[in-house]
Nanobody, 114 residues
Framework: QVQLVESGGGSVQAGGSLRLSCVGFGVTSCMYDMSWYRQAPGKAREFVSRINSDGTTMYSDSVKGRFTISQDNAKNTVYLQMNSLKFEDTAMYYC????????RGQGTQVTVSS
């Protein structure tokens, strides 16, 4: 059993920054690779970023250069530093475990005002 708890969302003006966190509880091997997805109202879920156990990272083109993903393996935590936020970044952000995809957290809302 795995539980994911996201936090750090909020309301900011365009150009601002937020740092999201996701803590995983449970099967440690599920958390070797961790990723972030987001979903805006009326839109499909969108991949944002991923970090693998070897430290390699991936970003969607829409956030590349503005967002940075990092991981604290000792704490089973993944972070998403979001800078230069845009209105179109507004969405519910979810933590995702590629190795154990059936688990999902409650998400954290990010709202960017233009």
């Amino acid at each position: 059993q795995v539980q994911l708890v996201e936090s750090g969302g909020g309301s900011v003006q365009a150009g601002g920054s937020l740092r999201l966190s996701c803590v995983g509880f449970g099967v440690t091997s599920c958390m070797y690779d961790m990723s972030w997805y987001r979903q805006a109202p009326g839109k499909a879920r969108e991949f944002v970023s991923r970090i693998n156990s070897d430290g390699t990272t991936m970003y969607s083109d829409s956030v590349k250069g503005r967002f940075t993903i990092s991981q604290d393996n000792a704490k089973n935590t993944v972070y998403l530093q979001m800078n230069s936020l845009k209105f179109e970044d507004t969405a519910m952000y979810y933590c995702h475990l590629p190795r154990c995809p059936r688990y999902r957290g409650q998400g954290t809302q990010v709202t960017v005002s233009s």
